[in-house]
């Protein structure tokens, strides 16, 4: 659970905008309409080039063991998303290369491989149809530049995609597809990875129970958890600061926690419910006001870690992408002090980090996250003083948008959806037996 703590927010040199309240819902919202993208089914042409390969062809009347469609030439060109979706995972191997996956509605997922480099965006990132992930480049099992574009459904190879290309042809980059793709434009879109432990595509919720036990309990996808299951005994006087995150960018979530002796933990995730060992990534973390994750905050397509320390320094700690830091860390100044409560997410799906943080009037602050950076503060609701937990930045209930979740003093648990723009609709109550955990996240 965060520490509270006060301050004065005109430390931090980021201008104030006054609070917009609407409707009889307690705490009350500040609510807009998010922009919704046309719903079709239709992906685009993902880089120009010409068509050397497809699923099982090698496009000269030779049959070739190949998963995907072959764009070749274009080195250096962008590499841009084929349809709108999350980042599922951001990585290489020796025969893709440098490669990304992006997770669509109706359980589709793309491939871009033979990158130039690791992709743009950290997993549990949204992008948009159209929207550049990459560069065309020549690595792995790559016999010059070119991109190998792959789709699958349900886990299996989409081997229709053939039917979208012409071997031999040159396509264009962003053009449509001529290809019907069922499902992809009304099937549910993608939750965010850096909190689904079980591998469901599902965000789940991790508490640490009263006593002491750290229990996992998956998400419904609708709004609501299990059961709990117990993974870890023994953290309710050794642990703090426990945090959600996809810290080695292999689309899997994983735990961040800081122990009594001040050592921040990684305990990277399975993605079947499961941890590996706890490896030890920092020291001197345990006093730290607050420390938050699950998302890219220096716009490197890593996610980072941003801690607070006693004196209301707030500093980003940048992921390596491999469950470590890499240097040199971003400290944005002071005055971050006396917030309540911080929780990180794109919370207006723009790509970039942001933060959600209560004051201590009660005031819900919303930092929109720019690469190493915030822009100026937007205060999107009232009357937030009365949570004595608050998380989120995942998706809870399957609309695609970072929710929050905050518990009262009395053991409600609420759902906040949010709504993409960086403002929350009315709240739910999920249930009211929450008083006696320790933490929630």
């Known amino acids: 659970m965060k520490r509270p703590s006060r301050v004065r927010l005109a430390r931090i040199g980021i201008a104030t905008v006054l609070a917009v309240v609407i409707g009889a819902v307690a705490p009350s919202l500040s609510a807009t309409t998010s922009a919704t993208a046309a719903v079709n089914d239709q992906m685009v042409y993902p880089s120009s080039g010409n068509i050397q390969s497809k699923v099982g062809d090698g496009c000269r009347g030779n049959y070739r063991a190949h998963d995907g469609i ?23 191997n020796s025969g893709y290369g440098n490669y990304t996956d992006v997770e669509h509605p109706g359980g589709y997922v793309t491939r871009y491989a033979h990158m130039a480099s690791p992709g743009m965006y950290a997993p549990g990132t949204r992008v948009a149809r159209g929207q550049q992930i990459g560069v065309v480049g020549n690595t792995g099992n790559s016999p010059a530049y070119h991109l190998h574009f792959e789709v699958r459904l349900n886990g299996a190879v989409y081997t229709a ?32 990875a850096s909190a689904d432990y079980s591998g469901d595509k599902k965000a789940d919720l991790l508490t640490i129970a009263g006593n002491g036990d750290l229990r996992l309990r998956t998400g419904t996808g609708s709004g609501g958890f299990s059961a709990a299951k117990t993974l870890f005994g023994g953290w309710g006087g050794t642990r703090r600061h426990l945090t959600h995150s996809d810290f080695n960018n292999d689309g899997k979530a994983d735990i961040l926690v800081t122990r009594s002796d001040g050592d921040l933990e990684f305990y990277a995730g399975n993605g079947a419910g499961g941890f590996a060992p706890a490896v030890s990534i920092g020291k001197v973390w345990y006093d730290l006001l607050h420390v938050t994750s699950g998302a890219d905050y220096t716009g490197d397509g890593k996610q980072d870690v941003i801690g607070v320390s006693a004196t209301g320094l707030l500093t980003i700690y940048r992921g390596n992408g491999a469950g470590a830091f890499s240097g040199p860390h971003i400290t944005l100044g002071g005055g971050w002090q006396g917030f309540h409560f911080l ?6 799906n723009d790509g970039s980090g942001d933060i959600m943080a209560i004051d201590t009037d009660g005031a819900l602050r919303f930092y929109s996250g720019v690469p190493g950076g915030f822009r100026a503060m937007r205060v999107v609701g009232s ?6 937990a608050l998380t989120g930045g995942v998706d809870y209930n399957g609309d695609g948008h970072a929710d929050l979740l905050a518990r009262t003093a009395s053991g409600q648990l609420y759902l906040y959806p949010g709504l993409g723009n960086g403002t929350f609709g009315g709240r739910t109550l999920i249930s009211a037996d929450w008083a006696d955990h320790l933490a929630i996240e």
């Open 70 to 92: 072959d764009i070749g030439g274009g080195g250096g060109t962008p590499i841009v998303a084929s349809y709108g979706g999350v980042i599922k995972s951001r990585t290489a």
């Open 161 to 192: 995609i053939n039917n979208g290309f012409t071997c031999l042809s040159n396509v264009t980059r962003g053009g449509i597809l001529p290809l019907n793709f069922p499902g992809l434009g009304s099937g549910q879109p993608p939750g965010v």
């Open 343 to 348: 929780v990180g997410g794109d919370f207006d």
């Open 383 to 388: 009357g937030w003083g009365e949570f004595t």
